[in-house]
């Protein structure tokens, strides 16, 4: 079973702070995807990364996926209280076509 | 609309009764995925379309569980004699293809069974 492990489960910042959640996996995967899911709607993607090693910025997100493409991590420079939701990491297999996600780290900026 | 859309928003069943979500994905996506979100988790893999063929089913957790896309468009989630544990919010997904295409999700159906 593939499994994935998103730390920290909560995290509470003030807006201006910057921080770092995790998403770690006991598999490889052919690509993994960061979403956004707020109260009542659908995930939300973010970014995919497909390379072991890369790293991609999205204006103040910078997403890195790990060399052995098992682990990756998501920072925010300067959160915003526009930045509150949940995190969710998803690992997807080329040839099985389905997600597997993590638990999500729910983040909270407060003004 | 552009996006996927599902319906209801929230249908709350008496226990034991049968229920049916609508998942509308994006035109001309082949792909579609149904996922299942218990409060406070990830969405759990359910099932999954490419165009009318049922690909992988192995997410379902019984055989109460049973999707159909009869015409490789619209899919229907049935679940028979509900249970308190099927309570969720249940998510459909649609892809261009299964090929690294990104999924669009929709705002799921909260599903609530007394």
């Known amino acids: 079973t593939q499994l994935l492990e998103q730390s920290p489960q909560f995290l509470s910042i003030q807006e201006g702070e910057n921080l770092t959640v995790y998403c770690n996996s006991s598999?490889?995967?052919?690509?993994l995807q960061w979403y956004r899911q707020e109260p009542g709607e659908g995930p939300v993607l973010l970014v995919t990364?497909?390379?072991?090693?890369e790293v991609k910025k999205l204006k103040r997100l910078t997403f890195q996926f790990g060399d052995a493409r098992k682990d990756s991590s998501l920072h925010i420079t300067a959160a915003q209280p526009g930045d509150t939701g949940l995190y969710l990491c998803a690992g997807t297999d080329t040839n099985a076509g389905k997600s597997t996600f993590g638990d999500g780290t729910t983040l909270t900026v407060k003004p | 609309g552009a996006g996927v859309s599902q319906s209801p928003r929230y249908k709350v069943a008496k226990r034991g009764q049968d229920v049916a979500l609508r998942c509308d994905p994006i035109s001309g996506h082949v792909s579609l995925f149904w996922y299942q979100q218990a409060l406070g988790q990830g969405p759990e893999f359910l099932t999954y379309?490419?165009?009318?063929?049922?690909?992988?089913k192995s997410g379902l957790p019984s055989d109460r569980f049973f999707a159909e896309r009869p015409e490789g468009s619209v899919s229907t989630l049935k679940i028979q004699r509900t249970q308190q544990e099927d309570s969720a919010v249940y998510l459909c997904?649609?892809?261009?293809?299964?090929?690294?295409?990104?999924?669009?999700f929709g705002d799921g159906t909260r599903l609530s069974i007394l």
């Open positions: 598999s490889v995967f052919s690509s």
């Open positions: 997904a649609s892809s261009l293809d299964s090929s690294n295409q990104p999924q669009h």
């Open positions: 379309f490419q165009n009318e063929a049922q690909l992988d």
């Open positions: 990364v497909v390379t072991g090693g």
